[in-house]
């Protein structure tokens, strides 16, 4: 019987264009040119493993251009995907397998597979603005590379280094772009974003002016592109160590930030951070769970368990009854982060800093504490003394400004309410195109069964512990 396994391989043809679009590589068969073939990693980093296949196989330094959605032709057979880059330069020893061809000279009889020769021709008249398709953003265009590297010359050179000309692309498309480049000191990236992460960089350009401890540090900022210029980071990635003493490290910071942002809330929402106070979140509570109500009605497989339309009532009820006493508590409202996974945080010396703050939120702080904890969890498992500790490191921050008591009431509330504002916070619920997606709404069911769960530990909490 065949194998239907999906294989850890994934194939991309490669349109690598010379500076100006002039040349091709091409690799010459008996019937005809063929563009390279390139096997990557699967469900990896396509730019960073497509620059190396090429390096490596091919004997070619390249840049992507289109990350392979931007890439696919709509009329491509098979779902084949073509990925466009530019070259630089040949390595050391370039393969033998491959040659620069004149675009001018080709034409569609030239090539073994027809479809690459159309590929090429609407691939380049995209790079050269030539394309009735408009490519949205700056990072398709052919030549956009050498001018980040001119402009990036520009901001080192005051501080007596430069570029070595090692660098590595780590994700490519239209609109987003993150390079890591050596220089002759500390290592640069730079990072620019599009939609729906463009809030992204005016967050991260008031935060460098904010809290600049507890953010990498800002070389500068380049509005055009949505993108800005920052130091390498030294230290642990949390993601990459189960030390706790490193966990604990991070939470304590993450307090530090937090704090520090108390009464900037106005200016973090307005650079673009998501509104997620007590006031705000009390109003989605119901539109939220009448769209989950209409999910689960659609649920055609059980298990898992639908929620009827009185339980999710109820579950309302005790979401708005949380949000109500945890404002009565008198937590501060700060800045936090719904995507505070261990990746985007950098431990050293007793210090973290965190990364990518497209999610960052103005609300509550014990929501990113809450992802911290979860994630914590993972990684050590059901620990409850080395969770404690952890949840001392972050409680220990807050003493000067919420009691003991009230605190540890509001971590009880957490779980439940920060698993409603990660879902509330996205727009998808309400979006009734997206809501078609069976993947998305399976995501949200998940999501409201978890609060569901979360709030049924809270009442037996409660019954076996009366005041």
Known sequence: MESTQQSDRETHRAIVLGQGGNQLLLARTGDGFLLPLIEIPRCQRIAENLTAAIRNEWGHEVVCLFSSDAAVPAWSPNGRNYQ???????????????????????????FADPADYMAMQRSLAECMGRSGVVTQGPFATLGWFRELQGWIEEVIGPLRFHLTGSFTQLNASPSFSLVRFETSGPAV??????????????????????????????????????????????????????DAQHWNTAASA??????????????????????????????????????????MEEQTQVPPPVLSRSELMLLGEQIEEALSLSADLRIPEALGH????????????????????????????????????????????????AQSVLTGAYAEEWQSLVSPESLEEAVGFAPMLAVFAYAAATDVWGDQDRLQDPKVGGYLRSLTRRMHREANRLKNRSALCPN
Do not use: C
Not at 224 to 238: K, S
Not at 270 to 291: I, T
Not at 359 to 373: C, K, R, T
């Open 84 to 110: 466009v880059m530019e070259s630089f330069e040949p390595v050391a020893r370039p393969s033998p397998r491959a040659e620069w061809v004149r675009v001018a000279s080709l034409s569609e009889v030239a």
């Open 189 to 242: 990236w730079f990072k620019a974003v599009g939609q729906p992460n463009l809030r992204e960089f005016p967050i991260t350009v008031a935060l460098a002016r904010l809290v600049p401890r507890y953010i990498p540090a800002i070389l500068t900022a380049r509005p055009e592109w949505n993108g800005w210029l920052a130091l390498e980071v030294e230290g642990t990635n949390l993601g990459e160590t189960q």
């Open 254 to 295: 993450l307090a530090k930030l937090q704090i520090e942002s108390i009464g900037r809330s106005e200016v973090l929402i307005d650079s673009g951070a998501r509104d997620l106070r007590a006031s705000v979140l009390l109003k989605l509570v119901r539109p939220f769970l009448d769209a989950m109500g209409q999910l």
């Open 338 to 385: 719904l995507d505070l996974n261990p990746g985007n945080v950098i431990v050293s010396e007793g210090h973290s800093i965190f990364l990518d703050w497209a999610e960052a939120y103005v609300g509550n702080p014990l929501f990113s504490f809450q992802y911290l904890v979860e994630h914590f969890r993972r990684v050590a498992g059901v620990d409850t003394a």
